[in-house]
């Protein structure tokens, strides 16, 4: 079965925002597991950004001669806003505070992952053969997530 840059990422954007989803819903009636389900956001979001930063962008630049701009350094840029708001959210898991960031973080990520959903990803797939593809998301998942913890 193929599966392109697309399809895999977005699957894990989808994945991250159900366990993002179900911290939030949680975190009032059952502390105990909403920071585990935290927990496994930021370990998964943080792994994410790490695929793309260290794996996908390097392609994306290569193919396009885009480095230091373009949507890649856009993208970094809000990977650096979504790191600040996942160690604020970290810290105040308790508090009542934390609707107002988690509300920014969701922001961030939904604009964020249209646009490479929308631009970066299909640009990834367009300049990549499928062994290129294949071996792209073999690094992804073969990259371990205690790294992100």
């Known amino acids: 079965m193929k599966t392109t840059i697309l399809e895999f990422m977005s699957k894990d ?8 989803e179900e911290f939030n819903k949680l975190r009032k009636s059952d502390i105990s597991r909403a920071k585990s389900l935290f927990l496994e956001f ?3 979001l943080q792994a994410h950004i790490a695929w793309e930063e ?6 994306f630049e290569r193919g396009t ?10 993208m970094r840029m809000e990977h ?3 790191k600040n ?5 970290s810290g105040k898991v308790l508090a009542d505070e934390l609707d107002e960031l988690g509300i920014k973080l969701l922001e961030v990520l939904g604009s964020h992952n ?4 929308n631009i970066l990803y299909p ?5 990549t053969n499928e062994q290129e593809k294949k071996q792209a998301i073999e690094r992804m998942t073969e990259l371990p997530s205690e790294n992100f913890a």
């Open 13 to 20: 954007h989808d994945r991250l925002d159900n366990l993002f």
């Open 42 to 44: 930021s370990v998964g």
């Open 54 to 59: 260290d794996i996908l962008f390097p392609i």
């Open 65 to 74: 001669g885009m480095y230091d701009t373009g949507p890649t350094a856009v």
């Open 80 to 82: 650096g806003h979504i």
């Open 85 to 89: 708001f996942l160690e604020e959210i």
């Open 114 to 117: 249209q646009k490479e959903e």
């Open 123 to 127: 640009a990834i797939d367009n300049l």
